[in-house]
């Protein structure tokens, strides 16, 4: 397998006016449509916190959207931290 093609996962949580924009439901359906699997939640502190795994260039896809979010959002910074690969079977929401 080479190093493109190689799967990946890191957590990510994305900071500022995240949650009642549809942040989740954006980040599940540009997740799926970049063919990465993992799951988004909201988090206690107004965060939204977010495990994905795919390629580099399907993480760093996903991370340039992050930044922006839907509409609403004001995104003020996103932490990327690599985490051990683990299988998922789609991109979920969790509550």
Known sequence: MSQESAI???HFRVHGH???VFF????EAVARRLAVS?????SENGDV????????????ALEKWL???P??????GVERVPVR???FQDFVVRR
Do not use: D, F, P
């Open 8 to 10: 990946v996962c890191a």
């Open 18 to 20: 995240v949650q009642g």
């Open 24 to 27: 989740r439901a954006s980040t």
């Open 38 to 42: 993992g799951w988004v939640r909201n």
């Open 49 to 60: 916190e977010l495990t994905a795994c795919g390629t580099m260039a399907q993480l760093e």
């Open 67 to 69: 930044w922006q979010g």
């Open 71 to 76: 509409a609403n959002a004001r995104v003020t």
């Open 85 to 87: 690969c683990e299988i």
